[in-house]
């Protein structure tokens, strides 16, 4: 396992796999390979990007750091803040117990896309503040939650009122800041925010992201930004990866990723984003079979007979850059 400094998520290896099946009769069973042999370290303190198309496995990986999903092969370690930073003593997530796995979610913290539909109607914001914290091992009765609701609610940039209102009575925007005060009120170590912004207008994007930087200087946070747009992950983000049918295709910083990018469908990608999209882009392959091949082979302008026949290592180059093809 590649060690960096001070991590506080480690991903090894990790795969997972989903049986599909046609119907409740079917007898022949389909596997989708959704995540297949993904390893990233993510920093205490900063945001590592995971980048790529809809179904490309980023959401899946998210989901798997908290257990939402478990994995079918790899490990994830955790490394909690109370530890000294130069310690290699780690946690792995898949042993805790019920106990100690609650416990880790109360410091590993998800923020959903869509924030209409993760916020319960029916509840005040005060109540989906807190509901969570009720029940966690930092409740301290109504008024402690009160005081630090309020606190929170201000620090995202609503007021104090705001908390006896409903979720519905506000903007898209204003709504990912409930949901990401909900996140905070725990004081986690890290926020998985995925495609927090997608839903957004351009200047309310904007908005957020610079909220979400004020939080990470102020509370020493780290991030897990998921997202399918690299122009907003180079400027968010310190470290980038950028998944493909369920493969980690490239890794770099996100400040070399933009001038140096290697792999072919990083480039398609900042392509898209530029609005100059070639033909290679308008097919996505399914992920019905287990990936023993370049998985962008099928895509590629420069694949080779070797490509459609092996899969790549991931190497790391020697600035630090990691890409997975055989042109490098």
Known sequence: MEMTNSPVIQVSHLSKHFNLEAGFFAKNKKTVYAVNDVSFCLERGKTYGLVGESGCGK???????????KQSSGEIF????????DTSEFLNVENFSKKELKKFREKVKYVFQDPARSLNPRMTVFEVL????????????KEEALKLAQEIIQEVGLKKEDLYRRPAEFS???????????????NPDLLICDEVVSALDVSIQGQIINLLIDLRKKRNLSYLFITHDLKVACY??????????GVLVEEA????????????YTKLLFEGAKNLLSNSS?????????EVSCPFAHRCPKA?????????????????????????
């Open 59 to 69: 959401t899946t990986t998210a989901r798997l750091i908290i257990q939402m999903y």
């Open 78 to 85: 955790y490394y909690p803040k109370s530890l000294p930073e």
């Open 130 to 141: 807190t509901s969570g914290l009720k029940y966690s091992s930092m409740w301290k009765g």
């Open 172 to 186: 898209g925007g204003q709504r990912q800041r409930i949901s990401i005060a909900r996140g905070l009120i725990m």
């Open 236 to 245: 968010f983000c310190d470290k980038i990866g950028v998944m493909y049918r």
């Open 253 to 264: 910083p996100a400040e070399n990723l933009y001038k140096e990018a290697l792999h072919s």
């Open 282 to 290: 308008l097919e996505v392959k399914t992920t019905l079979e287990e």
């Open 304 to 328: 080779r007979e070797k490509c459609r026949r092996q899969m790549p290592e991931l190497q790391t180059l020697d600035d630090g850059h990691k890409v997975r093809c055989f042109n490098y």
